[in-house]
């Protein structure tokens, strides 16, 4: 009962859909769609993200294998929680899951959070090399909610920095989230990374954003995610 909604992330550029990010739903019979805020906490919790992790792997990785096989080339994003990151058989799993449906580990980018990463920034760094290694690309989630020292950030074999949804819903109100969003996306140009900015709802936030120098867009504006 566990199914994945895919949302297109888009270059601000000139529209090109780069990619698509994997965004778990639990399809309950009586309460519906069920989102994963609600229940990815409890699974960590209880010890069965682990199962959740392997479900969302495999299921995301045939989507892809299908989409290559009729032509269509999209990279896929896939978010892991802190528990999954520091899991020793991680690397193995996700290894596991692209030889089996034959997806190349260039087009597999892992979204992990900013206080993911920040909480064991050691630990984290050695399972980002291994992961790196393999040749996935690595993005930094919700980048401005967590707590980064910019010298660990340096260190972090990332490609990436979403920028958190809260700046950018803020855009188009407040010179704050303006000075935040400008500054994330030059620190993230500084440091060699790509910008994607997250929850894109109105043309006048894609127009700040171009304006601003960013990367990529994903959000309602251009589409909700979708089965
Ligand atoms: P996230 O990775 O930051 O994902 C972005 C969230 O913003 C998604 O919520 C998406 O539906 C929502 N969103 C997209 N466009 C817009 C917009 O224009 N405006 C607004 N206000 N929101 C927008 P969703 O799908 O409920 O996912 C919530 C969180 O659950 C994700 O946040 C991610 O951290 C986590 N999650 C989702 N799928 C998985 C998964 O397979 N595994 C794990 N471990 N976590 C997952
Ligand atoms: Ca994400
Ligand atoms: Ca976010």
């Given at each position: ?54 479900v ?79 040749g996935?690309q ?73 304006e ?15 089965p």
């Open positions: 009962n566990l199914i994945l909604h895919y949302q297109p992330k888009v270059a601000l550029a000139n529209g090109d859909v780069l990619g698509v990010e994997a965004l778990l739903r639990w399809k309950h019979a009586r309460l519906g769609l069920i989102g994963p805020d609600r229940f990815i906490p409890v699974a960590e919790r209880t010890g069965l993200i682990k199962q959740i992790t392997l969302v792997l495999d299921e995301s990785m045939r989507q892809a294998q299908e989409w290559n096989r009729n032509g269509i080339n999209l990279n896929l994003a896939i978010n892991l929680s802190a528990y999954s990151l520091h899991d020793p058989t991680l690397t193995n799993d996700i290894g596991r899951a692209l030889a089996k449906w034959g997806v190349p580990a260039e087009s597999v980018e892992l979204e992990i959070t900013e206080s993911a990463l920040m909480a064991d920034p050691v630990r984290a760094a050695a399972t980002l090399r291994e992961l790196t290694d393999m996935l690595i993005a930094i989630d919700d980048f401005g909610t967590g707590y980064s020292s910019l010298s660990r950030l340096r260190e972090l074999p990332v490609s990436t920095i979403k920028i958190d949804k809260s700046f950018t819903l803020g855009l188009p109100y407040s010179d704050d989230d303006t000075a935040i969003v400008r500054s994330t996306i030059d620190l993230a140009h500084n440091l060699g990374l790509a910008a994607v900015a997250e929850g894109v709802e109105s043309e006048t936030v894609w127009e700040r954003l171009v601003l120098g960013c990367d990529f867009a994903q959000g309602d504006y251009v589409s909700r995610p979708i």
